[in-house]
């Protein structure tokens, strides 16, 4: 009805009728959705990937500064070790 009122969605549904029409069209079309799909999946698995790498480097990096902070406290290496999750040698080196 609003097709009969509204030239321009008459010819807007006319567009849409003549491509919806074409087989060919509708292939390309859906082969452009899956690529974007893919595209956007592909972005968000890097993404989680690239945020957990942060999370690891700076979760060490921040475990480093913890570490060298309770050794200049006097604390000892197991306590420091068992509580960082950084290996005795790596607080050793720390010193």
Do not use: H, P
Not at 29 to 37: I, K, P, S, V
Not at 54 to 70: F, M, S, T
């Amino acid at each position: 009805m609003l097709a009969n009122k509204n030239t321009d969605i008459n010819e807007a549904l006319c567009v849409y009728k003549e491509l919806t029409t074409d087989e060919a069209f509708r292939i390309q079309a859906w082969d452009r959705q899956l690529y974007l799909w893919s595209l956007s999946e592909q972005l968000n698995i890097a993404k989680e990937e690239g945020e957990a790498k942060g999370i690891q480097i700076g979760g060490k990096d921040k475990a480093i500064e913890i570490a060298r902070n309770l050794l200049n406290s006097g604390l000892e290496i197991e306590f420091i070790s068992n509580n960082t999750g950084l290996s005795i040698e790596q607080i050793n080196a720390l010193k």
